[in-house]
Structures are given as structure tokens and as C-alpha cells.
């Protein structure tokens, strides 16, 4: 899992029927200081999240599997939450 930041959504008029009345959208990875990192690219959403919010994205695999109820589907990238706020511990010295 990691935090991404949301930069728009995916339209498409032709889709694999796994994708069928799912959002696409276009995500970031981001540092925990939301800091750009890594390649951008397209995960589905399964919260309802919008432009610009702070997502927590799973790639695990068989992710779509367990939250859809899909045996092979072509999904990668999830988002499975929707981020407040991060808070991260002093580091111990």
C-alpha cells in the first residue's frame, strides 16, 4: 500500500467487462510529505475519491479479487481509502 495523490479520472467508452460501472482514476504516489515519487498511474476506485484528495492505494495482488468478487481480474492498482490527515512520529534518536 502506499499514498497517492488523485489527478484526475480515466474515460474510456470500450472497457474489460472487469472494469464495467468502475471509476478509473489517473494517481500519483506520494511521499508522506506529499512529495511527488515514483510513476504515475491508473488504479480503480473503490471509495468514491475525487480530484486532488490523498488516497491510500493498494497493489496487492488478488486485492480486486477479495473487494469485487472478480477470479481473474485485470485490476492492479485499487484505491481503498480516502486520507484526512498524515501524522508521523519524531523519529528516536
Partial sequence: MYLAKVLGKVVSTIK??????????????????????GRVTIAVDYVGAGEGETVIVSG???G???????????IREL???????????KPRI
Fill in 64 to 74: 480486486a479479487r477479495q473487494v469485487f468478487g472478480i477470479k481473474r481480474a485485470p
Fill in 16 to 37: 474489460h467487462p472487469a472494469y464495467q460501472d468502475r471509476k478509473l482514476m489517473v494517481v500519483q504516489p506520494i511521499t508522506p510529505d506529499n512529495e511527488p515519487m
Fill in 79 to 89: 484505491i481503498v481509502g480516502i486520507v484526512d490527515y498524515v501524522e508521523m512520529a
Fill in 60 to 62: 496487492a495482488p488478488g
